[in-house]
């Protein structure tokens, strides 16, 4: 691996069962398909494809799931040499059905995701990077998950690497704990030089409405560079200093899945290939240009069915008009 424009994703990388009975919830679904799925997983697929260069840390169990899933993102062309496999624990699973009235069915086995353990991983392997991603949606939840993100953020911050983190909040994992989420959100936050925040995320982390004030309340924490999705309305940048929305290009939806991993990932393969990024924390016209760039990214994203099958590459990407 080479540190020159290597991103390094740490997180999850977890089976998504979907059942595909027609407004069906899982208690009466019986036919099910298999996805690789995570959120850590999908950015550094997402960077891979448009030709990044990109490497994922994270744990699976020693199961034919765990298998599955390195060989998926091997596939993709992502170096999955730190993912780590649990000889006890089971790969960690999430079955998932879509009802007629949009509501989600959402049932989380957790598991080999949750003992990513420090002490298993080569440390400068890991920070060979030039950008780390922090963007797990079960990391904060507990566990030595949580031990090894908080640590390996610190060593990053030490060593000067270039922090990203996406909170990745899920309702239906947090439930009755919105708080510690929180609270484990802008400690992170407080330690990164780029977020990335839903409009929903934005409003529960910040307790703010408005979205001008809660975008400077995170800058407030200690973030440098803040980017706020808003769907099809576009993305909201800002330095600290100035903001601005950065519209998308007008896609069909046909499925949003993955599609602000997609986002994510098309903005660090760009960042992760800036050769100076002192110079780049700076330069506000490039922030919206490389926005633009990541919101194109996501929208493609949405005009097929899946998550790491429905990424676009750089050729697909470039062809599409603005």
């Known amino acids: 691996m080479s540190g020159n424009n290597l991103v390094v994703c740490v997180g999850e990388l977890l089976i998504d069962f979907f059942c595909m009975d027609i407004d069906g919830d899982l208690k009466a679904g019986t036919s099910f398909v298999k996805r690789a799925g995570g959120a850590p997983a999908n950015v550094t697929a997402a960077i891979a494809k448009l030709g990044g260069n990109a490497a994922l840390v994270g744990k699976v169990g020693s199961d034919p799931f765990g298998t599955f899933l ?75 998950a949580l031990i090894t993100y908080f640590k390996l953020m610190d060593i990053a911050k030490e060593k000067g690497i270039f922090l990203s983190f996406d909170p990745n909040f899920r309702g239906n994992l947090w439930e009755g704990r919105e708080k510690e989420f929180v609270e484990r959100t802008k400690r992170a936050i407080s330690k990164a030089d780029l977020v990335k925040v839903s409009e929903e995320e934005l409003k529960l982390i910040s307790g703010l409405n408005d979205l001008k004030a809660a975008v400077l309340s995170l800058h407030q924490l200690g973030a440098k560079i803040i980017t706020v999705t808003l769907g099809e309305n576009g993305t909201l940048v800002s330095n600290g200093k100035k903001q601005s929305i950065i519209s998308s290009i007008h896609v069909k939806s046909i499925d949003s899945t993955g599609a602000g991993d997609a986002f994510i990932g098309a903005l660090l393969h760009r960042i992760s290939n800036e050769e100076n990024l002192s110079i780049f924390l700076d330069d506000y016209t490039k922030h919206e240009e490389m926005v633009a760039f990541a919101n194109k990214v996501g929208a493609l994203t949405c005009t097929k069915i899946g998550a790491i099958s429905a990424l676009p590459t750089l050729d697909e990407v470039v062809t599409v008009k603005n």
């Open 70 to 144: 390195i060989d998926v993102m091997k596939e993709v062309k992502v170096d999955t040499s730190m993912v780590t496999r649990d000889t006890q624990v089971q790969t960690t699973m999430a079955f998932v059905s879509l009802q007629a009235n949009g509501e989600r069915d959402f049932v989380f086995y957790r598991g080999a995701d949750e003992q990513l353990n420090i002490e298993e991983l080569n440390l400068d392997k890991v920070m060979a990077a030039k950008v780390l991603h922090f963007g797990s949606a079960t990391a904060m939840l507990g566990g030595t």
